[in-house]
């Protein structure tokens, strides 16, 4: 029996014990919990996962060019407007009445007025809404 760092013999009737006090080899310290192995185990789903759902490079090519052919065709619509626009004749009376009354821009002005085939109605209509 143990008490207070004092080891005793057994008493009458009781087994008699040798404490053994060393350890054959180098002392290791106590294993400590392993508190953050499931976040590890987590990382490598997550990362094996990411892997499994990797997009093919032909894949992102066919998507990459269908982007382009798209941007390339709104970037065409865009300058065919542009050039309709310019087209249209405005009166410089019809730009300066749009400029004091709405007092904007010179460009924001005549943009509403090309919009609308030189209309001055239907321009001061739309910058009012």
Known sequence: MRRHGV???ATEGDVELELETETSGPERP???PRKHDSGAA??????????????QSSNLET???????RRSREQKAKQEREK???KVTIKKEDLELIMTEMEISRAAAERSLREHMGNVV???IALTN
């Open 84 to 86: 309709e626009l310019a």
């Open 30 to 32: 106590p294993e400590k």
């Open 122 to 124: 239907e321009a001061l």
């Open 42 to 55: 987590d990382l490598e789903r997550v990362t094996d996962y990411a892997e499994e759902k990797e997009i």
């Open 7 to 9: 080891i005793e013999m």
């Open 63 to 69: 998507a990459m060019s269908v982007i382009g052919d």
